[in-house]
């Protein structure tokens, strides 16, 4: 059973920046695809940024130019660096990887990292 453990986050003034972090719990086969989301209170959840097993990325006309995802193949592990933070951005993060498993693929989430921007 695969884990995503999630790190980063906090509370973070208007204009400031954060990274999160995202990670499985142990070593995998291959990882397919890569998202973050986030969801605010009252809110559904939406498509932050993504990146394709091959390093495609894309992102969510709120954010773009303003976050970045990236990847640590060594490590297995995907980031989100959020610069020019605002209020908006207040919300709930959420990795998920697509993992290739010998039978197919699955989609894991992680747990969740709240991230609060102060105005």
């Known amino acids: 059973q695969v884990h995503l453990v999630q790190s980063g986050g906090g509370t973070v003034q208007a204009g400031g920046s954060l990274r999160l972090s995202c990670a499985p719990s142990?070593?995998?086969?291959?990882?397919?695809?890569m998202e973050w989301h986030r969801q605010a209170p009252g809110k559904e959840r939406e498509l932050v940024a993504s990146m394709s097993g091959g390093g495609r990325t894309n992102y969510g006309d709120s954010v773009k130019g303003r976050f970045a995802i990236s990847r640590d193949r060594a490590k297995d592990t995907v980031y989100l660096q959020m610069n020019d933070l605002t209020p908006e951005d207040t919300a709930m993060y959420y990795c998920m990887m697509r993992i290739d498993h010998d039978v197919g693929y699955h989609d894991y989430w992680g747990q969740g990292t709240q991230v609060t921007v102060s105005s």
């Open positions: 142990g070593s995998v086969f291959g990882i397919l695809r």
